[in-house]
């Protein structure tokens, strides 16, 4: 209907605890492929604080569900490291890689091949997109 809807960290995790979601994911921002490093350098950071906040909402009432991290830093793998280490910090259930990945198949797999390794063997991992 053409109506705004306000989403914040907090409101989209409380609507997919609603829905009964098994695995939550966190509010993030996906910037185009073709960005600046500074802007994707700022998204990053946008992103690793919406996904604190949302962490925050899910801990208060876990209710058998689980959230997964979204690791980001498009095809910039200083900029993953970060994000891994950032958010292998947090008491998430699992992570995803997700983001952007680059235009090219090979793209993809470098940076699978670059994160997989680094990621907890003790929690689910999983490939968005």
Do not use: C
């Amino acid at each position: 209907d053409g109506s705004r809807v306000l989403l914040t960290p907090e409101s989209t995790v409380q609507t997919q605890k609603a829905l009964g979601a098994d695995i939550i994911i966190p509010l993030d921002e996906l910037p185009p492929f073709r960005t600046t490093p500074e802007r994707l350098r700022e998204s990053l950071f946008l992103t690793h604080r919406w996904e604190a906040r949302s962490l925050r909402e899910h801990l208060r009432d876990r209710r058998q569900q689980a959230m997964y991290a979204v690791v980001h830093g498009g095809t910039d793998k200083t900029m993953r490291q970060e994000s891994i280490d950032y958010l292998t910090s947090l008491p998430f259930d699992g992570f995803a890689m997700g983001g952007s990945f680059g235009k090219l198949g090979n793209d993809l797999v470098d940076i699978v091949e670059f994160m997989a390794p680094q990621l907890p063997k003790d929690r689910p991992n999983h490939l968005l997109g």
